[in-house]
């Protein structure tokens, strides 16, 4: 494993102080799928910096000591050459994508592959075909990129189907999150309860124990779903410990509360990015920190 030592520094700052370190960026307000359960679609989006502009306000969040970025959309892959460039600024660059435009090759970054459940649910969510083209697209990346299920009411009971599919493909890790619904919105399709999630939650970890650490989740990252657990020490915005680390841009350079938009309930969230940070540093735990150094590498 090949590390920067820029990622050492962002490491290290994670650990041992409380400066905000990364940057989530909405790079474009275009996508070419419409998924169900997608948060982006109940939300207005103004226009979009074009290429030159969004490149140098990257350059800006670089100069002012953010060192890791996550893009987001949208579909990062409709701007590939602001992909690109954001992996030759930041010391650290995940960019979540549909994958139904293939995963390029990028020198400095990690694709974040979005597939919801097995071929059925998900195509059920994200339409007809996806799975099998994002699965093609899986088989001939130059880089094997982690996949990342959103769990929901309409997925959760392909979990086991899916995983198993996944380990046979050349894939670094599978990665979760469980649906985080917006205040105000119906989101009886899709929320799994709380109490329910617990029961999820533990059974993640016994797939964990039978795929090893392809299962991108960790006992420490559990914990802090649980509502038995740490889950009421940070669900809400002033208690996230990741708005306090990573500031969050919409496609216009402007300000947003969360990577999920100003709307989002904390008092259900699912966010993996929580979990993540979390679980490896509250306290510090060597299996999630692992995992998290494995993601920029």
Known sequence: MHTRPGKFIILWKWLFTKQVTSAAI???GRCNLRC???YWWEQDHPGELNDREMIDFMKGLRA???????????EPTLRLNVCRAATEIFDATLIFTNGTNGMPAIDNGRWVVSLDGDREANDLIRGDGVYDRVVKNLKKAPKPPIVHMTISRLNQESIDD??????RLPI????????TPSRGSDSSRFFIPLADRDNLVAHLLVLRKKYGEIIG???AMARQLLTGGDFPEWNSLASCPVTKRVRCFKADGKPKACTYGNDADCSRCGCAAVVAYRGAFCPPDCQTIRLI????A
């Open 162 to 167: 899916f995983v198993k599919a996944m380990t």
């Open 217 to 219: 989740f960790t006992p």
């Open 293 to 296: 150094s494995d993601l920029m």
């Open 36 to 38: 169900l359960h997608c």
């Open 172 to 179: 670094r890790k599978i990665g979760f999150s469980f649906f």
């Open 64 to 74: 002012k000591g953010l060192r890791a970025a996550i893009l987001y959309g949208g």
């Open 26 to 28: 909405d790079i474009t």
